[in-house]
């Protein structure tokens, strides 16, 4: 990889808990709440699942909508994240917002359809935690990627709140569209745009495109992450398409047409819970407390824990120019169908010089 020299280099340490080496296995973090609720409301591409944390039950929480992957219908291939949302305190929605045939032109308003509908349910039923307007987030990633950010645009005309915070994971369209005036994201959200170096499904293009169009805000509002591999150790950490995904049985519904491999695929490691989900949750909680990105990452670093042998795995860039960063190779991706991904190298096969 190039060498880089960002304009800004902004690295954040998020939780202040000790990191497990990448090669063993993480303690079961503390949350505040030990289960999660689940429950389907609807049929068809503007149903969706409602996530409420439960034990205890809050009166009041945050509200995250989850925007999916291409034909990743199923929670249960983004299960692990889900669970660290909702055992966190947070409501999340994740609308289904698409079957196999729906027409890419339709997502949006699909899943309007599916957010309006999960708060009026949360709001008007004893039966579920009542959600904060005022706490509004969205997560996405690959075609959810670029979802949330068109849905942070819109969010006043679709009938939603502004969102808080967005966070869009290696984004990309199947097919491009004309879709929402990305400058129309409110000033005053957070958004950070994550791209993978060997994400050769979506490439960094669509990531770079956000980050450009995005200019109601300012630098101090947003982000751009790169995460590399690192092969050093074991588990090997891919920096791909399918890294943001963490299946849960739990949550799985037995849907979509590539779920044996969707659900086979996706396990916890330290791009995980180290790196994806701590973005996402430094950015939320940043943007509830009416805070920069700049103010709650400054002065720190991400890492990413440590191999066996002591020595850092690395570490994602933050940066305010993407510019500088050298290009995601395809830069627009393959614009293959996500799952499965391209083949990675077995096992034994030998480890990359050091770097």
Known sequence: MAAVR??????????????????????????????????????????????????????????????????????????????????????????????????????????????????????????????????????????????????????????????????????????????????????????????????????????????????ALPPSRKKFVLYRTDLRGRPRLWADHLAPTASHADFDTGDGPFRLIQMGGGSVNAIDREGFWKVADVTLSAGFAGKTLDEALAGASFRLGYWSDGRPVLAPIVTNDPTTLPRVVPSHGLRLVPFPAFELPKRDDPRPEDR
């Open 6 to 215: 960002p304009s800004l280099l902004v690295l954040a340490a998020l939780v202040a808990a000790p990191m497990a080496r990448a090669g063993e296995k993480a303690a079961e973090p503390t949350y505040p709440h030990k289960s999660v609720t689940k429950r389907e409301i609807g049929a068809g591409p503007q149903s969706y699942f409602l996530f409420e944390p439960a034990e205890p039950t809050p009166k009041r929480a945050p509200v995250v909508v989850f925007h999916h992957g291409w034909l990743a219908m199923n929670p249960g291939v983004y299960g692990a994240w889900i669970e660290h949302l909702v055992r966190s305190g947070h409501i999340v929605i994740y609308p289904r917002f698409m079957e196999v045939e729906t027409p890419v032109t339709e997502y949006l308003a699909n899943s309007a359809a599916a957010v309006v509908d999960a708060f009026g349910v949360l709001e008007m039923s004893r039966a579920h935690v009542k959600p904060d307007r005022s706490q509004f987030a969205l997560i996405g990633h690959s075609t959810g990627g670029m979802l949330s950010v068109q849905m942070a645009a819109q969010a006043r005309s679709l009938g939603l709140p502004e969102p808080k915070a967005v966070v869009a994971v290696t984004p990309g369209e199947v097919l491009r569209t004309k879709g929402p005036n990305l400058a129309d994201v409110p000033p005053e959200t957070l958004l950070v745009v994550v791209a993978a170096e060997h994400d050769v499904v979506t490439g960094d293009g669509d990531a770079r495109r956000i980050y450009r169009e995005a200019t």
